[in-house]
């Protein structure tokens, strides 16, 4: 179920880009995951408006990523997709085997 990858975001290393923003810096901590896009009907409603999409991020119990920290998608469907997690994980399978976090695309 795992098979893509997903990598944390340094929070707080940023490099000013020339046009003036900001890009984060990977820190190295790699994850296997299993990244889906919502389709619920709030997070659809959601993506309308703001044009942003509500992702499940699908993790081993023993991975370690914060509230407020981003990841990104380094392979499979959504590589390159810019993640900030909003939920803690949560044992989604109510047996330990996989935890569930949730996020907002960042644009």
Do not use: C
Not at 10 to 34: I, K, R
Not at 64 to 87: D, K, Q, W
């Amino acid at each position: 179920m795992l098979k893509q990858t997903v990598s944390v975001l340094t929070p707080g290393s940023q490099a000013s880009t020339e046009y003036g923003g900001w890009t984060d810096t990977v820190s190295g901590t790699s994850y296997a995951a299993s990244v889906q896009v919502d389709t619920s009907r709030e997070s659809m409603d959601y993506e309308r408006q703001t044009k942003k999409r509500t992702f499940s991020i699908y993790l081993a119990p023993t991975a370690t990523i914060p509230i407020n920290s981003r990841v990104s998608v380094t392979s499979g469907a959504y590589t390159g997709t810019l993640i900030e997690v909003f939920a803690a994980k949560a044992d989604h399978a109510g047996r330990g085997t996989y935890w569930m976090l949730r996020g907002t695309e960042v644009l």
